[in-house]
């Protein structure tokens, strides 16, 4: 364990996750205003006093580093980084170790780099600050500028104001992924309440589809959960109340997540053809047989193949695959076979993701357990997936973090040229409203002044179907004026 005493409140935050990162393994304790334990052997002390901030590093009791800023004690903004910076440092010294992204700890550095550039700053200046004042190195703060302006050129004809995206949650999946947090039911247990939950869901769409009668809807996501766990004629039945309720007129991208290569048939992609989606999702996470057993995903690398060829083959004109890297027991050269599989297939984007291990997920639970086979993740690892997708024709486009990533990295999307996910980016860089139906779903109205308000619907299906009505009004009354 690692304590961290503050004598002032509103940082605690901030501190813990900078620590965390340091120390991913570690439990990390910030506490304000209180007194030490005598349970660890690495306490540090962060001190503000009117004009400076002090940070003090402890091993086994015993005083081993001091350092101190002056501050702005006027300047709240100025006075965190300031903070922030010196217990990097001090932590760089301590572990011997820097993070890729320095002082970063929020899951969007790219909505940074962009905001810097819209100000008027140019590609040179923005790299420049983010080393500077948030420490990233400098390869990190290259591909954020990077991603940042090929975001621009995929968003300039999006209407921010008059204009909103749709997200449809379907929770339902084969099985529940060891590394998996979100609103996700194993349909062998939910099976008969899928009609019941599309009902609910419906008259969730009908609702927000009168409300926003007006507007530009732009883009629609559908996920989940796995979308395809769906039979035929139920996905059928969802596509036609959406393009039905919904004016389609503006619409420039229209996306199903299907994701699991064990729920896809020929009979389902037909569906969304004859709807006219051609871009779908074919998710193996690793092109490693024992790593998909350990993990949970009820499918063979076979499938995986199978489902991407029978999707192509049937027209599908943009198929993304998501990997994971830094899953149990895999290194550089199961990675870099997962990647060698993935460019025999040539899909059209490809999403690489870093593990978070995830306090709801079981792996969390029982991480002892995973962590003895190895949870790997490195630069070299990242540099050589970067490689792979380079070679495949694919560039950067959108980038996020989570908590608790492997290795401290990020989770980066790559596309061909025009074939970037626009809704990937909306979400991520929060820059249109987005109006999220389904359980677990959470809508974000993005304001003018860049102000963000939320509406989240309840998690569990069944509470979901009896409170559908409050879900709806929960979102007219944030939307009532949008």
Not at 301 to 315: D, H, I, S, W
Request: one cysteine or more; glycine letters at 6%; proline letters at 4%.
């Amino acid at each position: 364990m690692i304590e961290v005493i503050v004598n002032k409140t509103g940082f605690e935050y901030d501190i813990h996750s900078l620590v965390k990162a340091f120390f991913p393994r570690e439990e990390v304790s910030v506490r304000a205003g209180e007194t030490y334990t005598d349970r660890t052997a690495l306490q540090m002390a962060v001190t503000f006093s009117e004009r400076s901030v002090t940070v003090e590093l402890l091993k086994d009791g015993n005083p081993a580093e001091t350092r101190q800023e002056e501050i702005d004690p006027g300047d709240r903004k100025e006075t965190k980084s300031r903070m922030k910076r010196l217990i990097y440092r001090m932590l760089c010294a301590y572990t011997g170790q820097e993070l890729p992204w320095g002082t970063l700890t929020g899951i969007r550095p790219v909505k940074l780099a962009m905001q810097l550039l819209e100000a008027g700053k140019s590609n040179v200046e923005t790299a420049a600050y983010m080393r500077e004042v948030y420490l990233a190195s400098r390869e990190k703060a290259a591909l954020s500028v990077m991603i940042a302006n090929r975001e621009r050129y995929v968003l300039q004809n999006i209407d921010y104001q008059d204009g909103y995206s749709l997200y449809i949650g379907i929770p339902f999946c084969p099985s529940t992924c060891l590394y998996c947090s979100f609103t996700s039911y194993p349909l062998s247990k939910w099976e008969k309440q899928v009609d019941l939950y599309l009902d609910a869901l419906f008259r969730e769409i009908d609702a927000m589809a009168e409300h926003f009668r007006r507007r530009k809807l732009n883009t629609v996501y559908i996920g989940g959960g796995t979308p395809t766990t769906l039979s035929p004629g139920q996905m059928d039945r969802l596509l036609g109340r959406i393009q039905t309720a919904f004016e389609m007129t503006h619409l420039q991208e229209f996306t199903v997540e299907a994701g699991r290569p064990d729920s896809i048939s020929r009979e389902k992609l037909q569906v969304l053809l004859d709807h006219g989606i051609d871009r779908i999702s074919v998710n193996p996470q690793t092109m490693k047989d024992e790593t998909l057993r350990i993990i949970g995903r009820h499918h063979t690398v076979a499938q995986t193949k199978e489902a991407f060829a029978l999707a192509r083959e049937m027209g599908f004109s943009h198929i993304n695959m998501d990997l994971i890297v830094g899953l149990p027991g895999e290194g550089y050269k199961d990675v870099e076979h997962t990647m060698q599989e993935i460019a025999a297939l040539a899909p059209d984007s490809v999403t690489i993701h870093s593990l978070a291990i995830k306090r709801a997920a079981r792996l969390n639970l029982f991480k002892e357990r995973y962590e003895e086979m190895g949870l790997e993740n490195n630069i070299q690892i990242m540099d050589m997936t970067a490689r792979y997708c380079a070679e495949m024709g694919l560039s950067p486009y959108y980038l996020y973090r989570q908590k608790n990533m492997a290795g401290n990295f990020e989770n980066v999307g790559y596309a061909r040229p025009e074939q970037a996910g626009i809704y990937n980016i909306l979400m991520m860089e929060e820059k249109q409203s987005i109006v999220a139906c389904g359980a677990g779903s959470v809508s974000k109205r993005v304001y003018p002044d860049g102000r963000i308000e939320r509406s989240e619907n309840v998690k569990d299906v069944a509470l979901y179907i009896q409170k559908i009505d409050e879900m709806i009004e929960r979102k007219r009354k944030l939307l009532t004026d949008f």
